[in-house]
T-cell receptor, first 111, second 115 residues
Framework: KQEVTQIPAALSVPEGENLVLNCSFT??????LQWFRQDPGKGLTSLLL?????REQTSGRLNASLDKSSGRSTLYIAASQPGDSATYLC??????????FGTGTRLKVLA | EAGVTQSPTHLIKTRGQQATLRCSPI?????VYWYQQALGLGLQFLLW???????NRGNFPPRFSGRQFPNYSSELNVNALELEDSALYLC??????????????FGPGTRLLVL
């Protein structure tokens, strides 16, 4: 049974700092892993999707890596800004095409 | 290209009532997925429909049900509402068996409040 864990649960950093969010999954037989952003009371915004055959994806200041063998993915945010404050969720797609979500990392970037 | 749309955006019901949530997938997508995000809990998979049939179901009671129409839009019905059904309900769609079944695109969600 796939389980997805995100560490840390909450993170507070000063503006401009580079930071790394961690995601671990127990079953390496995944189709893809997706990182989302969720603002309070809102739905999901897809940030990056990494297929199982890929090692990393980049979009602007965001870089996500995937290491299936170790069951880990990281989301790197460069030069953080107050607008980056949100909850970040990772989700692994495996088995019968359902995403298993982590519980998220609440990020606060201080101006 | 229009994304996944959901209606209504907000829904208020009382205990014991029924709620109906609707989802329209991206044009060309045949698979629709439903997820629940209850307060204090993570996002959990509810249901998956493809080509009009239920393909998979999460660990939810039978009062959570749905259907998919010939145009691939979907309804999620929640009967005999309980307070703990208050949650954000997200719908996602993918190409389904005809193509890239793995990539799911999410809608903005319906926030259900049960009083």
């Amino acid at each position: 049974k796939q389980e997805v864990t995100q560490i840390p649960a909450a993170l507070s950093v000063p503006e401009g700092e580079n930071l790394v969010l961690n995601c671990s999954f127990t079953d390496s037989a995944i189709y893809n892993l997706q990182w989302f952003r969720q603002d309070p009371g809102k739905g999901l915004t897809s940030l990056l999707l990494i297929q199982s055959s890929q090692r990393e994806q980049t979009s602007g200041r965001l870089n996500a890596s995937l290491d299936k063998s170790s069951g880990r993915s990281t989301l790197y945010i460069a030069a953080s800004q107050p607008g980056d404050s949100a909850t970040y969720l990772c989700a692994a797609l495996s088995g019968t095409y359902k995403y298993i979500f982590g519980t998220g990392t609440r990020l606060k970037v201080l101006a | 290209e229009a994304g996944v749309t959901q209606s209504p955006t907000h829904l208020i019901k009382t205990r014991g009532q029924q709620a109906t949530l609707r989802c329209s997938p991206i044009s060309g997508h045949t698979s629709v997925y439903w997820y629940q995000q209850a307060l204090g809990l993570g996002l959990q998979f509810l249901l998956w429909y493809d080509e009009g049939e239920e393909r998979n179901r999460g660990n939810f009671p039978p009062r959570f049900s749905g259907r998919q129409f010939p145009n691939y839009s979907s309804e999620l019905n929640v009967n005999a509402l309980e307070l703990e059904d208050s949650a954000l309900y997200l719908c996602a769609s993918s190409l389904g068996a005809s193509g890239d079944v793995e990539t799911q695109y999410f809608g903005p969600g319906t926030r259900l409040l049960v009083l």
